[in-house]
């Protein structure tokens, strides 16, 4: 029912700055809560921010808490995740997912209660 469309990743300079987007065709993307994920080599997927529908509440993980901003464009059926003061551990696959009931979002953002899911988008931050 829903395909999100990560896109906006790519190669940045450690301290730089990166906005990914998501999207989704023919779906109006305000009625899900979305998650954003990452996945480096080696290492479990691990949620780093979440936005409720409505946009009442959002989350972050301590990792990125203070340099990520997760939210939407509603008239642009878009969510957002700005990733500012980028470092080389943020190095990932990063993933848009939309949760398929409720109105989300709550802490831990784990990958289990997301059911639509992106194909997903590198970024590389690196010197």
């Known amino acids: 029912q829903v395909q999100p469309v990560e896109s906006g990743g790519g190669l940045v300079q450690p301290g730089g700055s990166l906005r990914l987007s998501c999207t989704a065709s023919?779906?109006?993307?305000?009625?899900?809560?979305i998650g954003w994920f990452r996945q480096a080599p080696g290492k479990e997927r691990e949620g780093v921010s979440c936005i409720s529908v409505g946009d009442a509440y959002e989350h972050y993980s301590d990792s990125v808490k203070g340099r990520f901003t997760v939210s939407r464009d509603n008239p642009k059926n878009t969510a957002y995740l700005q990733m500012n003061s980028l470092r080389h551990e943020d190095t990932a696959v990063y993933y848009c997912?939309?949760?398929?009931?409720?109105?989300?979002?709550?802490?831990?953002?784990?990958?289990?209660?997301?059911?639509?899911w992106g194909q997903g988008t590198q970024v590389t931050v690196s010197s």
């Open positions: 997912a939309a949760m398929g009931g409720g109105m989300g979002a709550r802490l831990p953002i784990v990958p289990h209660e997301y059911d639509y």
């Open positions: 023919g779906v109006t993307l305000d009625h899900y809560a």
